[in-house]
């Protein structure tokens, strides 16, 4: 049952208060005493009260709770006694008709508001007190309790606990800090408290909000912090351009506090544009490690082709796969079919589409192994699809060194059979994901994504056939940055292959976006190749990972080489090199000057896999394999001259970005 004790307490407080008021302030007009009758006294005062206290009923005042009261709510106060005051004014002259001051009115009405915002500013600084005072003091604990009507013995369990509290600084003074400062403030359940704000700007250095001071950034040095206490610091700077949140990393990093952000989740989920997003204070998301400033590279051509289409994409229900649904979910498609093997993620998607679209996506989920022809065929019967994104692959490098059969089954063999169906039942374009890894691979996986390249290439017909490849994507599946997070958290250490190794990365917002433009853009056999930017060293995020968690790195959380793993090479190849490259539209996206086999070529390739793979002997298929790609070689003979490779030559400094 709710407590209705504390409001009624408050009106009578109220009351008492405007009683006390209105006499006092009728002293203060010795003629009016002279001239009025004690009845009328009485009708003034009961009134009065029945118009401000009403005011502030009919404007909810008293469903305030006063001890979080924060401006709006005296603003909301003025207000109500304002209005009541009017109305008094209003029925004294037209109904009573006595004679009275309006003067006077007026100064009852300010001085009774004045006396109401102290009262509760008392109120309040008695709940903030309270629990502070010495359990020896009863008198006064007693006191409080009374004009509080709070539970003193509750008061003090909870301040005990807030002083458990982590304190954190709040960089940004702005609106957005404020907001963050207030939830806690007003949160009496919140794990941080917030102890001081730092902002570059000089007409708010040196003052207080809420109680808070808000200091520069030279005065936010490792002795303050040490001083308060701070274990956190967060970065409450949404218009903040990649570069100066870098420079800011960079500074901070080196109080050895954690490095949080307040904002907007940075997830693959599309609950953030399509449905209302509040700002949370959180980790720094895997998109947000490189500080490269969020580019949308979704064109109003691209969103049009895709519109009122039926698309069909194949390992739906996996990191690439399931941003692809989220961005074609978005360009109001026909039909959208989800095909997947893994029915976990493939649910999941499922739900989380049918919460931010409801009935206005037309969803199919398909739980079908690109191998299994039979099947896949009754999905293509069923549903006839326009567009075909094929993200179905056996993607991780050390699992398919020990299983070469699976991969080629899978790989190679599920693509062909996908493309064939595409072929036989009308599919206007097919556009499939391949990687950086299938450029002069040295693994089983870069060799089975160059054999569905050239199965792609070699097809010529009604049906629009195409390659887009790029590196690895930040935060999916089975990434290093997920690993990298799991091992910090527990402390570590923190494990790598080889403290040389560099990849090339790219988020997955911006890998599926630009697919889904080059399939839009596609004529026919093109392979495209998406400009990843500078490659980052592994040792570097690895280190600064660890920074941004609190840590320092070989002190607190060790970093340990484990070798490099079967397949694995010290860098992957460089994709945009201009003089193999021909330029499109997007400068972001070029196509390989690739020279395709013929369909023939292609199906006596897969004519030796096929043979190779049913002796199932994995040793047998690495050799077929190698026989297929002219271009496979082992990773020895690649990272015996990794040294003399401009990949290695051309990293980005991560150290001075994080």
Known sequence: MQRRGPKWKLMLYDAALLSLVWLAVLVIYPREMENIEANDIFIQIGLANLCVLGSRLVFQSYRQIWRYAGVTSYLCLILCDAVGGALFCGVYYLLIRGDITLLRVVCSICANLIASVSVRLLYQYL?????????????IRKVASVLTGLDIDREVEEYRSSQRKINIAIVGAGRTGVTLAEELLNNPNASYRPVCFIDVDKDK?????????VLSEEQGTLDLFADLSIKEIVFALPSTEAEKRMELCEIYKKTGCRLKTYDFPVTQSISSTTAKSKRHLRAFAPEELLFRNAKDFVTPETKAYYEGKTVLISGGGGSIGSELCRQIAKMHPKRLIVLD????????????LKIAYGDQLDLKVEIVTVCDRKELEQVFKRHRPNVVLHAAAHKHVPLMETNCCEAVKNNVFGTFNIVELSEQYHVEKFIMISTDKAVNPTNVMGATKRMCEMIVQSKKGATKFSATRFGNVLGSNGSVIPLFSRQIAAGGPVTLTDRR????????????QLVLASGAMAKNGELYVLDMGQPVKILDLAENMIRLSGYQPYKDIDIIETGLRPGEKLYEELLIKTEDLDRTDNNMIFIERDHPLSEAEVLEKLDILHKAVETEDNEVVRKALQQVIPTYRTPDEVNATASKAVEMHNIRNVAAVL
């Open 127 to 139: 709940y903030e007190s309270a629990a502070k005072l010495p359990a020896s003091n009863q008198l």
């Open 205 to 213: 250095v040196g003052r207080y909000i809420h109680g808070i001071e």
């Open 341 to 352: 093997i893994y029915e976990n993620n493939a649910y999941d998607l499922q739900q989380e």
């Open 501 to 512: 190794i560099i990849r090339y990365f790219m988020t997955i917002p911006e890998a599926s």
